[in-house]
């Protein structure tokens, strides 16, 4: 679609990106609302204007399984929830986010979130695999991490998981011959946001395990994530 989105209320405007902000999606998603007809705009030259109130009434609708949150937004619901520091946040983004999360269920932001990596399904040799866990830049979470942060489920035989950046896996394949072949016993999950502070850190933040968790196939274990996140999101409310 041709030219520009942007927001205007009582004379206030701003651009395609900042109502993609608002709405927690990214700015294609904007144009496919106007498109659609689901989000009122007007042209003004070759910028589509769009009504501050109307971006922020959309942004109030309850998240559903169809819809997913961009990754910038997913990551910093995920951070705030774990009680981490959402540094790539304006603080109003901030309160806004968060007036937003006390209005989700775990299955919604569960279904939400599911953008927030690429995941890869690997084969690393069993002598390897501690090497692998050990590295400072691959982070564990899921089943790897579920002790760690109090899940109520236990799978001593199940596939690693970690995170790390698109750069520190392809060093890992590398180094450790990981594969694509055989079957699968780790699962690496690359993040579409790059501002995320991954190096050192024992495991992933609690939102973020939970997520994974409750994505398992597995009947206990996407309770144990889904429990996880209720609690999380709980805490919001008090």
Do not use: F
């Amino acid at each position: 679609m041709a030219g520009r989105a942007g927001t205007e209320s009582s004379g206030r405007s701003a651009g395609g990106p900042q109502a993609a902000e608002r709405l927690g999606v990214e700015p294609e998603q904007v144009r496919r609302l106007i498109r659609a007809g689901q989000l009122a705009a007007r042209r003004v030259g070759r910028t589509l204007v769009l009504d501050e109130d109307a971006v922020e009434g959309r942004a109030r609708l309850p998240i559903t399984a169809g819809r997913a949150l961009a990754p910038r937004t997913v990551w910093a619901a995920l951070w705030q929830l774990s009680g981490e520091d959402v540094d790539w946040l304006l603080p109003a983004d901030r309160s806004r986010l968060l007036t937003r999360l006390r209005g989700y269920d775990a299955e919604r932001l569960v279904a939400a979130s599911r953008d927030r990596a690429d995941r890869h399904e690997l084969r690393v040799l069993p002598a390897y695999r501690d090497r692998l866990l050990a590295t400072a830049d691959a982070v564990p979470s899921g089943l790897t991490a579920a002790a760690a942060v109090g899940a109520d489920v236990v799978a001593a035989e199940a596939a690693a998981e970690v995170y790390c950046t698109a750069g520190t896996l392809d060093a890992l394949r590398r180094e450790l011959g990981l594969s694509e072949r055989g079957n699968a016993n780790l699962v690496v999950r690359v993040p579409r946001y790059e501002r995320l502070g991954l190096t050192g850190r024992a495991h992933m933040p609690a939102a973020v395990v939970a997520v994974d968790l409750a994505e398992s196939p597995d009947v206990r274990t996407r309770r144990a994530g889904l429990d996880l996140l209720a609690a999380a999101l709980g805490d919001l409310t008090r």
